[in-house]
């Protein structure tokens, strides 16, 4: 990969890391299922307005939406909104990868490789380790939303496979037309339509202009730059090379939210956070098959007679292997 493409992949990765403070920013005003809810509104209204249709059955990407889109950010702003730090919420998401194989292995019958299945057992061990270092200090209820959240994303992953999209980047902005719906039925039945139309009116708060960056980040940032350069690269690029850099993204999203939002961790949650992102890179990288030499054709090639005519006009004039 040139060193061009690289800094593209390490920007993907800020600018994904850098997303969890900006979700935070925006739970601050917003209640968290309605901001999902706008969240993808705002992504889907121009999308079904200017993009073309992706062309994979209507079953994937709805799947897709529900997966990715409704389940992952339901259970991801529900549980930073309970208390999950922006950090930790970074870090927790990964555990989708695992999620992702175990899914794959299940409904698409995929091998699942030796590599695979220990880098899911460290990755579980990792996680493991968080959620009791979240027990210890009564916060484990975000931690499992959150690690539902995770689970969200690894259905969303597999529909995702299963639609074979030509254009992934299309079948990411259609999938955004899916959320919106049943995400404001959910914040008008739980949240209410007070707090839904407060939100919407006090933009006069402390708080509220950060909670409108935090979301304009979000989509146009987050989503739509983020998502379309990183789809531009996989496209260019083996998933086996491009991959690995989402694993930089908690390192961004933990280091971000200790120095913007003075969030701290435990050191039984650092060891954790170090065995997912092992466990997932280890699970998602792959032995390199062995280069086989190919044989140099024209050094074992018999010398072939030339089969035009003679120069002299006699059969038999010119030498074998004579070429014209």
Not at 17 to 41: E, K, M, T, W, Y
Not at 52 to 65: D, E, I, N, Q
Not at 207 to 229: D, I, N, Q, R
Request: net charge positive.
């Amino acid at each position: 990969m040139p060193i061009r493409h690289r800094l593209l992949a390490l920007s993907v990765a800020l600018m994904w890391g850098l997303n969890f403070i900006a979700i935070d920013a925006s739970l601050a005003h917003f209640p968290p299922f309605f901001l999902v809810a706008l969240r993808f509104a705002l992504i889907a209204v121009p999308t079904v307005l200017f993009v073309p249709w992706p062309k994979v059955p209507a079953r994937w990407l709805v799947g897709y939406g529900l997966g990715f889109g409704t389940l992952q950010f339901l259970f991801l702003y529900w549980g930073m909104a309970a208390g999950m730090p922006a950090g930790l919420a970074s870090l927790v998401l990964q555990s989708s990868a695992p999620f992702t194989v175990l899914l794959g292995a299940t409904f698409l019958r995929e091998r699942v490789s030796g590599r695979q299945l220990v880098g899911i057992v460290v990755a579980v061990c990792g996680m493991t380790l968080v959620g009791w270092q979240r027990a210890e200090n009564a916060t484990v209820v975000p931690f499992l939303l959150t690690l539902a959240g995770a689970f969200g994303w690894a259905i969303g992953n597999t529909c995702n496979r299963l639609a074979k999209p030509a254009d992934p980047l299309r079948l990411t902005l259609w999938m955004s037309v899916v959320p919106p719906l049943p995400m404001l039925a959910l914040a008008l039945a739980v949240e209410g339509p007070a707090r839904i139309g407060t939100s919407l009116t006090s933009f006069d708060e402390p708080g509220a202009l950060a909670a409108v960056a935090g979301l304009a980040y979000t989509v146009v940032v987050g989503t739509v730059f983020g998502s379309g350069v990183w789809t531009w690269l996989m496209a260019r690029h083996p998933a086996g090379v491009v991959a690995p850099f989402s694993m930089l993204v908690p390192v961004v999203g933990m280091t971000a939210a200790w120095v913007v939002l003075r969030e701290t961790v435990s050191p039984g949650e650092l060891i954790g956070g170090a065995l997912v992102v092992g466990g997932v890179l280890l699970g998602s990288t792959r032995r390199r098959a062995p280069r086989v030499p190919v044989p140099d054709v024209r050094a074992t090639a018999e010398p072939v007679a030339a089969v035009g005519p003679p120069r002299s006009g006699r059969v038999g004039a010119s030498r074998p292997g004579a070429v014209e």
